[in-house]
């Protein structure tokens, strides 16, 4: 079977097993309160990606240039902060660090699973 992109329920389950699995072993820097919460999350997340990160994206364009496209990780960390927020108390980073940890090793699986599947 052949997967060249994932769908938008694919990409929410993989993201809220993902959540749920970075929150079991960052237990220090992220919550997670229950399966739900991380589902809510997966879900604020993807509404976020297709609605917000294009515009801060775009807004963020002379930084990124300038950081050959580093700064690319500190805009989804922000993505992912401002998911926190809209879930409210139920799923929480202890700071934007963490945040930012768990944005970069969200990026590097869906990366490596989007290879692997697109084969």
Do not use: E
Request: net charge positive; aromatic share 22%; no cysteine.
């Amino acid at each position: 079977m052949r997967i060249t992109r994932f769908s938008f329920w694919q990409r929410l389950i993989i993201n809220t097993i993902m959540l749920l699995a970075l929150a079991g072993l960052f237990s220090q820097g992220l919550y997670v309160q229950n399966i739900w919460t991380a589902f809510l999350a997966s879900i604020v997340l993807g509404i976020l990606n297709i609605f917000v990160k294009p515009i801060l994206q775009i807004l963020s364009l002379p930084l990124t240039f300038f950081t050959f496209g580093l700064f690319s990780f500190v805009v989804n960390a922000f993505v992912l902060w401002l998911t926190s927020w809209f879930v409210g108390p139920g799923f929480q980073f202890t700071s934007f660090g963490w945040a930012f940890l768990i944005s970069l090793i969200m990026s590097f699986v869906n990366a490596i699973l989007s290879d692997y599947f697109s084969r």
